[in-house]
């Protein structure tokens, strides 16, 4: 089932002394939050998500700065460290063919064409040239760069990814 929330940041610290927090983008296109006014907050994993507004956005060096739920101090920004900020699937940007969100991804079975069960993926690694999967398997974390020539099809409705059985132990390693 997908989740009906997307998670598009982190709060990371305050900045400065006017209430503005630092957010680790949990997306590919940070300016994204230039376009909204309000974003959903988990204060803490479990709790329910609440609507807070979002201002005075600026994207700087792969992070975002802004201004959350009217926040007017250092100190009330120091509580918002840790904060989960999420925006609704239906207002998510639409994706190119053959992409999909991290967090459809996490939780798929992987299989190969052999038919073998591999493990299941809990993590996406973002290194840089590629993305890699990592997928939990009875030997430990398999690193998997998720490249074309070795996965084949992602089903995130039947969260089924299946590698091609001989590219992938080519390029794929166990981590230590």
Not at 101 to 114: K, N, P, R
């Amino acid at each position: 089932m997908l989740s009906e929330r997307l998670l598009v940041g982190i709060v990371v610290k305050p900045q400065g002394i006017a209430g503005q927090v630092k957010i680790k983008p949990e997306t590919d296109d940070p300016d994204r939050f230039l376009l909204l006014d309000t974003i959903e907050v988990q204060k803490a994993q479990g709790q329910p998500a609440i609507s807070v507004s979002i201002e005075q956005v600026a994207v700087r060096d792969g992070f975002v700065y802004a201004t959350l739920d009217g926040s007017a101090s250092r100190n009330e920004a120091e509580s918002q460290r840790g904060w989960l900020l999420s925006v609704p699937r239906d207002q998510a940007i639409a994706l190119p063919p053959d992409h999909h969100f991290i967090a459809d991804l996490v939780g798929c079975q992987a299989v190969d064409t052999q038919g073998k069960a591999l493990g299941v993926l809990t993590e996406v690694l973002q290194p840089g040239a590629n993305d890699v999967y990592v997928v939990a398997t009875d030997k430990g974390r398999l690193l998997v760069p998720a490249l074309r020539h070795v996965i084949l099809s992602v089903d995130v409705a039947a969260k089924i990814i299946l590698a091609d059985a001989d590219r992938l132990w080519e390029v794929s390693i166990f981590e230590d």
